[in-house]
Nanobody
Framework: QLPLVESGGGLVQPGGSLRLSCAASGFTLDYYNIGWFRQAPGKEREGVSCLSASDGSTYYADSVKGRFTISKDNAKNTMYLQMNSLKPEDTAIYYC?????????????????WGQGTQVTVSS
C-alpha cells in the first residue's frame, strides 16, 4: 500500500475550484512537515505549499498565494489542497508529499515520500 494517495483532480473551467485530498497510511501526518508540489509538461517540479508540523505555519508559492489553502485532518490522517480561482497555468499533475526538510517560505524541494499524483486541468 502506497503511503500517500491523492484524489480529487479533474477538469475545471478557469475561475473554478477543486479540492485535492491525500490519504496517508503507515505514518502519522501530524508528526511530519507536509506539502504539495506540481509538475506541468516540459516544466520543472514546483513546490506549491507546505504545512509545518511544529507550529502549523503554512507557506505558498507566489503563483498560488491567496488562491490555494493547505490543511489537514488529523483524525482522518488526510491532507488537503483547496484550490480556488484556478487558472490555465495551474494545469499540472499535483503530488502530496512528506517533507524531508523544514517547511519554510522558500518551499525547499526535498521530500522522502510522495503520492502517485492527480491530474488537474484548467481549461474552457
Amino acid at each position: 500500500q502506497l503511503p500517500l494517495v491523492e484524489s480529487g483532480g479533474g477538469l475545471v473551467q478557469p475561475g473554478g475550484s477543486l479540492r485535492l485530498s491525500c490519504a496517508a497510511s503507515g505514518f502519522t501526518l501530524d508528526y511530519y512537515n507536509i506539502g504539495w508540489f506540481r509538475q506541468a509538461p516540459g516544466k520543472e517540479r514546483e513546490g506549491v505549499s507546505c504545512l509545518s508540523a511544529s507550529d502549523g505555519s503554512t507557506y505558498y508559492a507566489d503563483s498560488v498565494k491567496g488562491r490555494f489553502t493547505i490543511s489537514k485532518d488529523n483524525a482522518k490522517n488526510t491532507m488537503y489542497l483547496q484550490m480556488n480561482s484556478l487558472k490555465p497555468e495551474d494545469t499540472a499533475i499535483y503530488y502530496c508529499a512528506r517533507l524531508d526538510a523544514y517547511c519554510t517560505p522558500n518551499l525547499v524541494d526535498k521530500y522522502d515520500y510522495w503520492g502517485q499524483g492527480t491530474q488537474v486541468t484548467v481549461s474552457s
